[in-house]
């Protein structure tokens, strides 16, 4: 079974040749990927070019040849197989991994699951549905998340001293 993970999302067109402007997901994977597939039916599609504009990916996908096409995928979310993905550095992880982890506290209790990861400008962080009903944040950062398990879909977290006071 495939496992697809977001690389961004189609937020405006580029130019009149069908080139569109991705807000990343993910740092430069889509530079390494050759097939990306569009919105939530998965469509693939072949990737012509994918090149750094500020904060934006200018891609240009097969089949999508004017304006009109590229405005057409306009808030569309592009996809890759997790398979076809450059494995990570050490420490490293793709936000479709961590979305879904049990986050597990030191004394190996269950603190929640994380429902999303936020892009910010400092670091990321996650923000986790727990237990007891509330959503608590936690920064992406090496004092609070102390290992992260792929394999097994967990996550150790120690909190920052007054992170969780209420």
């Known amino acids: 079974m495939r496992q697809f993970l977001e690389l961004g999302r189609i937020v405006n067109t580029h130019g009149v040749h069908g080139e569109m402007r991705m807000l990343p997901w993910s740092d430069e994977a889509i530079y390494d990927i050759d097939k990306v597939y569009i919105g939530v039916d998965k469509t693939p599609s072949r990737v012509i070019s994918a090149r750094p504009h500020k904060q934006f990916i200018l891609i240009k996908l097969e089949g999508v040849e004017d304006m009109d096409g590229a405005q057409a995928l306009k808030n569309t979310v592009l996809y890759a197989d997790r398979e076809d993905m450059p494995e990570t550095a050490e420490g490293e992880w793709y936000i479709g991994d961590l979305e ?67």
Request: hydrophobic letters at 40%.
């Open 100 to 166: 879904g982890m049990t986050a597990l506290l030191s004394d190996g209790s269950v603190l929640g699951t994380v429902k999303e990861v936020l892009i910010t400008g400092a670091n990321d962080v996650l923000v986790i549905s727990c237990e007891d009903g509330k959503e608590r944040l936690v920064p992406l950062i090496d004092d609070c998340v102390k290992d992260v398990d792929v394999e097994k879909g967990t996550m150790l977290i120690t909190p920052l001293e007054g992170l969780f006071d209420d």
